[in-house]
């Protein structure tokens, strides 16, 4: 039977900040080393809700089974989940449901160096790609640039079709009412399902956690791994202006991820 090596994640673990997003990012070079197929289910500006609902397509969708590896990056809690104008959501929330069209690296002018011609859900006939998944500094960057300059499209093509009141009412939400500990413990507790799914289904799987000691109680020890992609940004900023890390920011993440593999016996 086929191996897989399984990603759930946002721009990071797509490959955002390397030159080429099919050999240099750490996925690919973890399915070669290990000779494994990569499926990647991330995306640009993923939330920690809709890498739970990665978690959940590759369980109940992919059938990931006893012979596959799944990887979960957690990311930032200053992100928003919601449904455009005129969208609802499916009566049960999958992950046929979150936009992969117009995010990194799928979407029309979302990245320097070339697209990806093919986003996970497109062949699924039943893809609705409705609901968006917004860091609050890209609401933000809209509003002050491309709104101000009256530049709509493009990048945020995903936003052009929001009503401004209700960007704006994200933003004053934001800056107002949201608190940092209350999301970041929403993130911790989506995480912790994700671990609590692929545990139950005895699939074998790593937390990429950057803050792991707050999760050493819920996440078993041989499933949690301590990762920053913020740290390996700092020592390896990309050089196509992304925000990333670079290719050898890269390479160490497979280093690290490689060990846990091999210290749990699982390559």
Known sequence: MEKRLIVCGDSFNIGIGCRDLRKEPYGSLLAESTSRKLTNLAK??????????????????????????????????????????GK????????LDVNYHDYPPYGNDTYVTHQLDIHPMQDNPNYKGDMITENIAGVIDYLDRFVAWDQRGRYYNRLVDEPLSKLKLIRDFYATIYDENISQLQSRSLMVMCHALLRNK?????????NPHLCRDVILSENLLQFSWGELTTKYPDTIG???????????AFEMILKKLQENGWV
């Not at 640009?44 to 990931?64: D, H, P, R």
């Not at 005895?202 to 950057?210: D, E, G, S, T, Y």
């Open 202 to 210: 005895n699939l074998k799987h790593v937390m990429l956690i950057p």
């Open 88 to 95: 609802s959501s499916s009566a049960e929330l999958s992950n």
């Open 44 to 85: 640009g500006s993923s939330t920690n809700l809709s890498i739970w609902l990665q978690v959940k397509y590759a369980v109940y969708n992919l059938n990931a089974n006893e012979n596959d590896i799944v990887l979960v990056n957690e990311t930032s809690s200053e992100r928003f989940n919601w449904f455009p104008e």
């Open 242 to 252: 992304s925000g990333h890390s670079s290719e050898q920011g890269h390479i160490e």
